[in-house]
C-alpha cells in the first residue's frame, strides 16, 4: 500500500507553545488529507479535511484558529495546534487519499501518528 | 454514516483463523465496507474493501451476505503481529469521511 509519513513522531512542548506536525505522502499525491485525533482508550475522531490549495474542513466542535491546517502541496499537509495547553495532548493521525477524489472506493493510508504532550 | 456493530474483544489462537464479524444493516445500495487494524500507538493500516462480492488480499479475506447487513475479515493464520484493534466502516457515498467505531480488539494467543 501506499506510505503516508509524520514528523515528529513525538513531541514533548510547553503550555501556550505552538507545534506543527508534518504529514506526507510519500509515494502518490494526495488531494485530500485528513486529520484525526486520539485520547487514550478512545476511538479516532476526525478533526478536518483537507484539499490541496483549498481551506480546510472543519468538523463541529474543533476550532479552527487553534488547529491552523495547510494543504500546500500534493504531498504535504501541516497542522499547527497554536497555543497549546495539556488539554490539547493526544495522539494525532494524518491520512491521505489519493486519485481524484470522485470515487468512494479511493483508499484512505494512514501516518504513523504524532504524541504530542503539552506540560 | 451506516452504523456498525463489532464485538468489544476477540481472542483467537496463533495460527488458526481469526473471524471477525460486523454488522451494518442499515447499509445503502453503493456504500462499501472498509477494515483497518491499528495495532497500539500506531497509525491505521488498511486491510481491505469490498461491496457486494467476497474479497481477498494477502492480508485477509472479506466475506460480506447477500443481503449486505453483515460482513466477516478473516484472517486465515493468525500471528501474533495481528494483535490490535480491528474497524469495520461503512464509507458513506458523498464523500470519503471514515468514522471510526470503537472496534474489535483481536488477541492472538501463543
Known amino acids: 500500500g501506499a506510505v503516508v509519513s509524520q514528523h515528529p513522531s513525538r513531541v514533548i512542548c510547553k503550555s501556550g507553545t505552538s507545534v506543527k506536525i508534518e504529514c506526507r505522502s510519500l509515494?502518490?499525491?494526495?488531494?485530500?488529507m485528513f486529520w484525526y485525533r486520539q485520547f487514550p482508550k478512545q476511538s479516532l475522531m476526525l478533526m478536518a479535511t483537507?484539499?490541496?490549495?483549498?481551506?480546510?474542513?472543519?468538523e463541529q466542535g474543533v476550532e479552527k484558529d487553534k488547529f491552523l491546517i495547510n494543504h500546500a502541496s500534493l504531498t504535504l499537509s501541516t497542522l499547527t495546534v497554536t497555543s497549546a495547553h495539556p488539554e490539547d495532548s493526544s495522539f494525532y493521525i494524518c491520512?491521505?487519499?489519493?486519485?481524484?477524489?470522485?470515487?468512494?472506493?479511493?483508499?484512505?493510508?494512514f501516518g504513523p501518528g504524532t504524541r504530542l504532550t503539552v506540560l | 454514516d451506516a452504523k456498525t456493530t463489532q464485538p468489544t474483544s476477540m481472542d483467537c489462537a496463533e495460527g488458526r483463523a481469526a473471524n471477525l464479524p460486523c454488522n451494518h444493516s442499515?447499509?445503502?445500495?453503493?456504500?462499501?465496507v472498509y477494515w483497518y487494524r491499528q495495532i497500539h500507538s500506531q497509525g491505521p493500516q488498511y486491510i481491505i474493501h469490498g461491496l457486494k462480492n467476497n474479497e481477498t488480499n494477502e492480508m485477509a479475506s472479506l466475506i460480506i451476505t447477500e443481503d449486505r447487513k453483515s460482513s466477516t475479515l478473516i484472517l486465515p493464520h493468525a500471528t501474533l503481529r495481528d494483535t490490535a484493534v480491528y474497524y469495520c466502516?461503512?464509507?458513506?457515498?458523498?464523500?470519503?469521511?471514515?468514522?471510526f467505531g470503537e472496534g474489535t480488539q483481536l488477541t492472538v494467543n501463543p
Open positions: 442499515t447499509i445503502s445500495g453503493n456504500e462499501y
Open positions: 491520512s491521505a487519499r489519493g486519485g481524484l477524489g470522485l470515487s468512494p472506493t479511493d483508499t484512505q493510508y
Open positions: 466502516i461503512v464509507q458513506e457515498t458523498s464523500g470519503s469521511r471514515l468514522t
Open positions: 483537507s484539499n490541496e490549495g483549498s481551506k480546510a474542513t472543519y
Open positions: 509515494d502518490f499525491q494526495a488531494t485530500t
